[in-house]
């Protein structure tokens, strides 16, 4: 999978040092992956959610982190839509941000 943008990543754990492993360790993994259907992203990531919409909710750190991206399976690009804490999530709509 091709991941649209390792930036906004990397801004989370620059900002959170305790979710720079978490993060690498998900891009590591998703950038090798070759997922053709939600349940793929579910398998690997058993704490993922899906929420409709080729939208995905993963839970990093043991839920102290929250990333929400957006997946176009035909052209295998993953799209960051929100990265941060758990706290910053609750104030957003996962359904649209």
């Known amino acids: ?50 929420i409709g919409d080729d939208r995905f909710i993963f839970n990093i750190k043991r839920d102290a982190f929250r990333l929400v991206v957006h997946i176009n399976f035909m052209t295998q690009i993953v799209y960051i839509r929100f990265v941060g804490t758990h706290a910053e999530y609750d104030k957003i709509d996962a359904k649209t941000v």
């Open 1 to 50: 999978m091709r991941i649209i943008s390792r930036k906004q990543l990397r801004n989370c754990w620059i900002q959170h040092p305790k979710s720079e492993a978490s993060l690498k360790e998900w891009y590591n993994i998703t950038s090798r992956a070759n997922w053709q259907k939600p349940s793929d992203v579910t398998d690997t990531f058993k704490r993922s959610r899906y």
